[in-house]
């Protein structure tokens, strides 16, 4: 999972419904300058393996017809989807809530999208390329 600090700090995140609210353990406390602000980042994005439902509907690529193994964008214009073979699409059914809910805790910094792009394998490298499940 990434996030990259964005360069100006514009907010336009669209209103997310209500979600239930998690709290850390009382035992676990993340001492302050090791905390990400998540508002302040141009860009986050994590994995997601498996099949993604959204709205009730598979999501699935219109370039190869790939069913899994998502990259899922978040961005200050909102949540996108990209497949292995490199097709980016808009998400306008996830709102940014759904997407924090289902992206956990940030692991790690990539200095662009590029990059992230390279490391989490969907910069073309792996077109076709699936993990058994």
């Given at each position: 999972m990434f996030w990259h600090r964005r360069?100006?700090?514009?907010?336009?995140?669209e209103p997310a419904a209500p979600a239930a609210a998690q709290s850390a353990p009382e035992s676990f406390d993340v001492p302050t300058d090791l905390r990400v602000d998540r508002?302040?980042?141009?860009?986050?994005?994590?994995?997601?393996?498996?099949?993604?439902?959204?709205?009730n509907t598979t999501v699935t690529c219109r370039h190869c017809g790939a069913e899994r193994e998502w990259m899922v964008i978040k961005t200050?214009?909102?949540?996108?989807?990209?497949?292995?073979?490199?097709?980016?699409?808009?998400?306008p059914r996830m709102s940014p809530q759904r997407f924090d809910d289902l992206m956990g805790p940030v692991t790690d910094v990539a200095p662009d999208?590029?990059?992230?792009?390279r490391t989490m394998g969907y910069d073309g490298t792996?077109?076709?390329t699936y993990l058994a499940e």
């Open positions: 360069k100006t700090a514009r907010q336009g995140q508002t302040t980042a141009s860009f986050m994005a994590f994995p997601h393996p498996g099949p993604l439902v959204i709205a200050v214009e909102g949540v996108f989807i990209r497949c292995r073979c490199t097709s980016t699409w808009p998400e999208f590029n990059h992230a792009l792996f077109t076709g």
